[in-house]
């Protein structure tokens, strides 16, 4: 059962059973009336219409996003309104169905008890609306946890893999007599990106700068190997430096089309690297490198293959959810793209 059904069936049984707690209880003094059905059944329609106008207030202004205290003023606030509110529909709803009685039920005190009830009420409503979301909250880190885990063996074992690691430093060894400078600058990368890729479990997402200097960093490397065979481009926008990403995500794209496009090709070919804002305030990552589109890089996982990319899409639908999007498709016949889309805020749940 998705998020919306099981809310909307949470929220029907629920104030229906208030409804009928209520007829039970007046059954027992003196008998049930179409009047007192009708009576008790608006009312509940009015708890379940006011709750759902709150709880679009609360994912509306991010609410749970909020700091505790601010959380709980706001909700203390918005349950005083409701509680008023309640007491004047409960007076619309006498007066529809002619229980009003004037004398009784517009004295202070009888005022004062309705809008006690009607708040607490609302109070407990809210403490499980509230309750429910922090620990599905919870629930998703854990499963992150557990994913970004399991992604960090994967790209130790087989994404940033011992071929990569053998050619860089067979390329690093040429360098030594011909141009140790240079040689210098192959080793801090390397160590660069080693060094990043063990530390990419301790944040869910980091700054763009910081993901894209990896990049070029590998980039840098994997050029002294392809030498002219590699022609590598960057169209980055400045906007895109007001993101967060995941760690290591474009690098393992960058990597992937390294692996499954360049490397296959005799002549070697291009990359480019595009990242912007988009009209909607997204970020969209873009990586065309020359080479066409097999079925087989999805489907096969012998030797990690296909990892990079089933990796991306979990990490990118635990983060974001469906805010985000993920998609590779050929550009013509020369050129591969594999487009990525991710919000400017990380992590709501509604």
């Not at 003023?73 to 509110?85: A, D, E, K, Q, Y």
């Not at 390329?171 to 660069?192: C, F, G, M, Y």
């Amino acid at each position: 059962m998705n998020r919306i059904r099981l809310y909307w069936s949470l929220q029907i049984l629920g104030w229906s059973s208030y409804a009928l707690i209520n007829l039970f209880f007046v059954s027992l003094d003196r008998g049930i009336s179409t009047v007192q059905i009708g009576a008790f059944t608006s009312l509940a329609a009015f708890y379940l219409i006011s709750t759902h106008i709150f709880r679009n207030i609360v994912k509306k202004y991010d609410w749970l996003n909020l700091t505790f205290s601010r959380l709980l003023i706001n909700t203390l606030i918005g349950l005083g309104l409701l509680s008023v509110f309640n007491m004047i529909a409960q007076i619309i709803i006498n007066l529809i169905f002619d229980t009003l009685d004037p004398e009784v039920d517009f004295r202070p005190v009888v005022i004062s008890v309705n809008i006690f009830v009607s708040f607490l009420f609302y109070s407990l409503w809210s403490m499980l609306y509230f309750l429910f979301h922090f620990l599905d909250n919870y629930n998703q880190s854990l499963k992150y946890q557990a994913k970004i885990n399991e992604i960090q063996l994967n790209h130790l074992k087989s994404q940033l893999n011992p071929h990569f690691i053998f050619n860089a430093l067979n390329s690093v060894r040429a360098l030594v007599d011909e141009d140790p400078k240079k040689a210098k600058l192959a080793i801090t990368q390397l160590s660069n990106i080693l060094r990043f890729s063990l530390m990419m479990d301790r944040k869910r997402t980091i700054d763009f700068e910081d993901e894209i200097n990896t990049v070029k960093d590998y980039l840098n490397l994997e050029s002294i190997r392809f030498e002219e065979r590699l022609a590598i481009k960057y169209n980055i926008e400045p906007a895109a430096y007001d993101f967060k990403v995941p760690p290591m995500m474009l690098q393992t794209i960058v990597e992937n089309a390294i692996k499954h496009g360049i490397s296959n090709r005799v002549k070697g070919g291009v990359i480019e690297v595009k990242c912007y804002e988009g009209i909607t305030d997204d970020l969209v990552i873009q990586v065309k490198n020359s080479g066409q589109l097999k079925s087989s890089v999805f489907s096969k996982k012998r030797d990690g293959e296909g990892h990079g990319i089933s990796n991306t899409i979990q990490r990118l639908k635990l983060i974001y959810g469906n805010r985000s999007s993920f998609k590779i498709y050929n550009s013509g016949d020369e050129f591969v793209v594999t487009e990525i889309k991710i919000p400017k805020q990380s992590l709501t749940l509604g």
